[in-house]
């Protein structure tokens, strides 16, 4: 069965440092999604992608925060100068059309550690 | 902003009972429903989904059930085992074509013998 893979499944950087967390979506998928979820708080939306650009991001994805596909497969999330309250488990999603009663399949997470 | 909860944080039953969790929501009502499963260290699995104009929708030991009017959902595991603990994150979908979710913070669920 498909399945969204990410990597790496933990991350320990320093403060102030650059991370990308990569993400390869189901193949047949269209729309992508990065989540957070910080340890014992709920999963947060952060943004979705589609057709090569942001659909539609929340307030906690600002300036520090980017997403790419760089080819057909990957999908990355970059924070440029990490925080420690951007220590989180961090999900990719995907669905396979843009209509939303399609299940959102997610990744095992990659756990982000900011010292 | 949309605010979800989830009836309790913890929910211990014993193997065989039936299972009840409550989604409550306010604001906006959401087009969709999901329920999902998260284990420890793991990312949501689909559960179900329900439409706002679905009553109620049944897979396998699963039944979850949709009222509007009182903003709430109830998620159902009949003949519950202990391979069900898990935690239950509810999350609503506004409709829009880009399917983001808004979650609970999820009940834990713990089935024992």
């Known amino acids: 069965e498909p399945e969204v893979t990410q990597t790496p499944s933990h991350q320990v950087t320093q403060m102030g440092q650059e991370v990308i967390l990569r993400c390869v979506p189901i193949?047949?998928?269209?729309?992508f999604y990065w989540y957070r979820q910080i340890l014992g708080q709920k999963v947060e939306f952060l943004v979705s992608f589609y057709n090569n650009e942001i659909s539609e991001k929340s307030e906690i994805f600002d300036d520090q925060f980017s997403v790419e596909r760089p080819d057909g497969s990957n999908f990355t999330l970059k924070i440029r100068s990490t925080k420690l309250e951007d220590s989180a488990m961090y999900f990719c999603?995907?669905?396979?059309?843009?209509?939303?009663?399609?299940?959102?399949?997610f990744g095992p997470g990659t756990r982000l550690t900011v010292l | 902003s949309q605010k979800i909860e989830q009836n309790s944080e913890a929910l211990n039953i014993q193997e065989g009972k039936t299972a009840t969790l409550t989604c409550n929501y306010t604001n906006y009502s959401p087009a969709y429903l999901q329920w999902y499963r998260q284990d420890p260290g793991r990312g949501p699995v689909f559960l179900l989904l329900?439409?706002?104009?679905?009553k109620e929708k049944r897979k396998e030991r699963l039944k979850v059930t949709f009222d509007t009017t009182l903003k709430q959902s109830l998620f159902h595991i009949t003949a519950s085992q202990p391979a069900d603990s898990a935690t239950y994150l509810c999350a609503l979908d506004r409709g829009s074509t880009l399917g983001r979710l808004y979650f609970g913070r999820g009940t834990q669920l713990t089935v024992w013998p």
């Open positions: 329900i439409r706002e104009n679905e």
């Open positions: 193949s047949n998928h269209l729309y």
């Open positions: 999603a995907s669905i396979n059309s843009g209509n939303s009663y399609n299940e959102q399949f």
